[in-house]
């Protein structure tokens, strides 16, 4: 599949007015095609670009000739003109048997140290590719373990990271994400604290977990997040329950929290989340910009529905 169009010329479905915003599709959504499949089609669909999951299957982290691949991928990027934001949220990329395992959390300092080594690799992956941010998150924390022990062992394997961050001019975005030990804005706030405020420590707000679990409704939530903002998930969600839905399976209203997210003067991509859907991944691509399209578009009519289309009451 070829791409139809380049970074400053991106094509906008059915005639919808341009959005400042940039929207992308995760790879983790895509997992059943070839990278190289899943960035065409991307492009040609007319996202402004993707966002990357290290994995085994698209661009292997662990690779002996990682380098050489990601040069690779880094002029197919450009030559279809997508963005770029590197995810480490691979479920089996690490161990074979732990679903995300081992976490930054885990009691073997080793395990530790392994996922780590991962967040540094990604870093340095984003560089090469010219990625806007890289995505991480805290674990759960494990079992026997108190609180105040895990929050110690995030902070300190985050410190090297972030000095690698800081060397290459990538933020690290860390994400909160429900039953995580990091899993709410205000958790965030308590690691940035920890932390120092260190520059180059970010955010990726996920929009269905602001639903999921925030006090406040997800447009609040991208206000109140804007100035540590470096990665923007989206996706629908019901209150209280932890699954990625297609738009409009959810409760989410979409225009306000788009014209929140605009209104902050966001440059990164704000990117679909559909990993559980990867066996339809083509079709839920196609469907998700043009929604996301009309919703942005609807965001400054005063009157709207909440599936981004116009209301038909006025």
């Known amino acids: 599949m070829a791409a139809s169009a380049s970074a400053g010329s991106r094509r906008v479905p059915g005639g919808v007015p341009p959005s400042p915003l940039r929207f992308g599709y995760g790879t983790n959504g895509l997992a059943d095609l070839r990278l190289d499949d899943a960035l065409a089609l ?67 300092p080793d395990d530790r140290a392994r996922r780590a080594d991962l967040l540094v690799r990604a870093v340095r992956v ?19 373990t108190d609180e105040d022990t895990a929050w110690q062992r995030l902070a300190e394997s985050l410190a090297p990271v972030l000095d690698v961050a800081a060397g290459e001019g990538v933020p690290l975005a860390v994400e909160p994400e429900p039953g995580h030990l990091l899993a709410t804005l205000a958790d965030f706030h308590r690691l940035r604290r920890t932390l120092g405020d260190r520059e180059h420590l970010g955010l ?7 639903q999921c679990l925030e006090p406040l409704p997800p447009a609040d939530c991208v206000r109140a997040a804007a100035p540590w903002l470096r990665h923007v998930q989206i996706e629908d969600m019901r209150r209280g329950v932890h699954e990625h839905l297609p738009f409009g399976d959810g409760e989410i209203d979409f225009p306000p929290v788009l014209e929140a997210l605009a ?23 196609e469907r998700s910009l043009p929604f996301l399209r009309r919703a942005a578009a609807a965001a400054a009519s005063p009157r709207t529905n909440r599936s981004g289309e116009p209301s038909a009451t006025r």
Not at 56 to 73: I, K, N, S
Not at 127 to 137: I, M, N, R, S
Not at 269 to 279: F, I, N
């Open 204 to 210: 990726t707000l996920d929009i269905g977990h602001c």
């Open 42 to 108: 991307l492009a040609d669909l007319g996202y402004d670009g993707v966002g990357l999951t290290l994995d085994h299957m698209h661009l292997d982290p662990l690779a002996d000739d990682l380098a050489a691949r990601t040069r690779r991928v880094a002029h197919r990027l450009d030559a279809l003109g997508l963005g770029v934001t590197v995810e480490t949220g691979a479920r089996y990329v690490l161990d074979p048997r732990r679903k995300h395992g081992p976490s930054l959390l885990d009691p073997d």
């Open 126 to 144: 984003a560089a090469d590719l010219g990625a806007h941010a890289v995505h991480c998150f805290s674990g759960i924390t494990p079992a026997g």
């Open 263 to 285: 209104a902050t003067g966001y440059q990164g991509l704000t990117v679909v989340e559909l990993p559980r859907h990867s066996h339809a991944g083509p079709h839920f691509a």
